[in-house]
């Protein structure tokens, strides 16, 4: 049974009071439900929610065409210029690259004249060939990369159902994709953050590839599940991020990391990019393998069906998600953070961190981020790098 992430939250009265939701702009079509790989730390096979087991391993065909059908009325109802679907697993790639392709080109046809339709995919990169890549860069499908870090990190985690590991084969990807014929396909490097690594050394390697674009993520956790906490410092993983943002920052010729971006600039009175930080509304959406639509897929680290809304795409409109409580939680900015969270002086550059890591079993999601003093930490080191840096521009301006 679901928790309400409120307790008594009134959307009736919201919407009374003239609050209105803010439309989806993103969908994350999970158009295949496994995966080759067994990273140990996926909040998909390894976490709470195991939904996956009873959920067809691929989309079927009339599951896609409802979703087409739903996005193209969500599309015109709220007459938007762009949205931007995320082909997901599981792994897409075992759909393979041609049917992906196809997915692609129908996904188009579908989104009404004057609206841009962007179409992106997340990969372990393992399947990833230069045919693949031709076929990908054909329909304009552009291709994101989970890669953890230099060579050891990343193949202690991120390894084949059988053991082995993966870095060589993404490594192979990546040099594909950093072609010139294959550039405009790559949207960038994701990767996870382990406490226990070197950050300065996994911002580099990551850098070597010459990304378009780096994401760090945090690894889902709650205050049910709470996070390894190594090297007895109460705040390994603001540590690491304050390593890394410092890399990056000193960089001669940085690379976009959108987390670090993100809160540079909410610290400066901006929005967030990122669903990691800030207040900004959340207007993303999940359909799963069996027309599903779910909330943020990171729910599945809370518990067993915490992504759920109760909707599916071959019965209701992608409206009726956006008056569900979850949803609703994530889009009322400040009113859904806990007490202790409002009276932070940083709740609208944190915003309470990511959404599940705020869970605690029995009272939901109205806390703190179980990295509440990790994120603590780096918002505070963004904030004195920004104002040194303001400080030298002042006096090298007044010389």
Request: proline share 7%.
């Amino acid at each position: 049974m679901a928790e309400w992430p409120i307790e008594g939250l009134d959307v009736a009265g919201l919407m009374a009071e003239g609050w209105r939701p803010t439309p989806f702009h993103e969908f994350i079509l999970k158009v295949h439900q496994r995966c080759n790989l067994a990273c140990s730390y996926c909040y998909v096979y390894t976490h709470a929610d195991q939904t996956w087991r009873d959920r067809p391993a691929v989309m079927p065909d009339e599951i896609f065409a409802a979703f087409t059908d739903r996005l193209a009325r969500h599309v015109r109802t709220h007459d938007l210029r762009k949205v931007r679907v995320v082909l997901h697993g599981g792994e897409p790639m075992l759909l393979g690259a041609a049917r992906l392709g196809g997915l692609a080109d129908r996904l188009r046809a579908a989104v009404p004249d004057g609206c841009e339709l962007r179409v992106g995919m997340q990969t372990n990169g393992v399947l990833l060939r230069e045919a693949a890549l031709r076929e990908l860069h054909r329909h304009g499908i552009t291709v994101a990369v989970s890669v953890d870090g230099v060579e050891a990190d990343h193949d202690r985690y991120r390894v084949t159902h059988a053991g082995r590991p993966t870095y060589t084969a993404v490594t192979r990807a990546l040099e594909l994709l950093a072609r010139p014929e294959f550039r405009g396909t790559w949207g960038g490097l994701l990767c996870t953050v382990a406490a226990d690594t070197d950050p300065v050394e996994c911002y580099r390697s990551l850098r070597a590839f010459d990304p378009p674009a780096i994401d760090f993520l945090l690894p889902h956790a709650n205050w049910g599940t709470p996070p390894e906490r190594p090297g007895g410092s109460a705040t390994p993983h603001g540590d690491w991020l304050v390593a890394a943002f410092d890399a990056w920052w000193d960089d001669s010729d940085r690379v976009p990391v959108r987390f670090f971006e993100s809160a540079l600039d909410l610290a400066l009175g901006g929005p967030s990019r990122s669903e990691q930080v800030g207040l900004s509304p959340a207007a993303l959406v999940v359909v799963d393998s069996d027309g599903a639509i779910e909330q943020i897929d990171a729910l599945k680290s809370a518990y067993p069906g915490a992504c759920e809304t109760g909707l599916n795409v071959t019965r209701d409109d992608f409206d009726a998600a956006l008056t569900h409580p979850g949803v609703v939680a994530r889009q009322i900015g400040v009113a859904a953070l806990g007490p202790d969270c409002a009276a932070c002086p940083i709740h609208r550059i944190c915003g309470g961190g990511h959404y599940a890591h705020r869970y605690r079993p029995g009272t939901g999601f109205r806390n703190p981020s179980v990295y509440c003093e990790d994120m603590r930490r780096l918002v505070g080191h963004v904030q004195r790098r920004i104002a040194a840096e303001t400080r030298t521009l002042v006096e090298t301006v007044s010389r």
